[in-house]
């Protein structure tokens, strides 16, 4: 199952930041959970990496999403066309959810990504369900820059 909510940059409302020459830039996106959205295996997109680009830093910024004994647990990567898994993950069993902050994702996959000819989402897995599902945001912010 699909989350419930969507985003402007998911929705094509908002344009992706795409570089202009050799620097850096970043794209923030957020998706807001509602606590039927936290069930296990539970998957959906955030955000987008434009064609043509590749990640050079990552962030996830999570509300606390689990009010019980935090067993919340959360997975990153890009989702395959259909929505419903990663063709690559960039991180598993991230705790951040549990009570809310920020966590740098430092993987090799990330880092040794190569660029593609189109669009590819940035999604969110519920590895571990939480005790207590509680309603929040999480962000996903995207460094990157052209290949």
Same mark, same amino acid.
């Given at each position: 199952m699909a989350?419930?909510?969507?985003?402007?940059?998911?929705?094509?409302?908002?344009?992706?930041?795409?570089?202009?020459?050799?620097?850096?830039?970043?794209?923030?996106?957020?998706?807001?959970?509602?606590? *039927?959205?936290l069930t296990?295996?539970?998957? #959906?997109? @955030?955000? &987008? $990496?434009? /064609?043509?680009?590749?990640?050079? +830093?990552?962030?996830?910024?999570?509300?606390?999403?689990?009010?019980?004994?935090?067993?919340?647990?959360?997975?990153?990567?890009?989702?395959?066309?259909?929505?419903?898994?990663?063709?690559?993950?960039?991180?598993? *069993?991230?705790?951040?959810?549990?009570?809310? #902050?920020? @966590?740098? &994702? $430092?993987? /090799?996959?990330?880092?040794?990504? +190569?660029?593609?000819?189109?669009?590819?989402?940035?999604?969110?897995?519920?590895?571990?369900?939480?005790?207590?599902?509680?309603?929040?945001?999480?962000?996903?912010?995207?460094?990157?820059?052209?290949?």
């Open positions: 989350f419930t909510n969507s985003n402007d940059i998911l929705q094509g409302r908002t344009n992706t930041v795409f570089p202009s020459g050799s620097e850096v830039v970043v794209q923030p996106a957020s998706i807001a959970l509602l606590a *039927g959205d296990l295996n539970n998957i #959906g997109a @955030v955000g &987008v $990496l434009p /064609a043509g680009c590749v990640p050079v +830093a990552m962030y996830v910024d999570s509300a606390e999403l689990d009010s019980g004994t935090n067993t919340i647990t959360l997975d990153i990567g890009l989702l395959n066309a259909a929505g419903t898994a990663f063709d690559t993950t960039f991180a598993t *069993g991230l705790t951040v959810a549990q009570a809310g #902050g920020v @966590v740098q &994702v $430092l993987s /090799a996959n990330l880092l040794r990504l +190569a660029k593609a000819s189109g669009d590819r989402k940035i999604g969110v897995k519920v590895s571990a369900a939480p005790n207590v599902a509680q309603a929040g945001s999480v962000f996903i912010h995207t460094h990157y820059r052209a290949a």
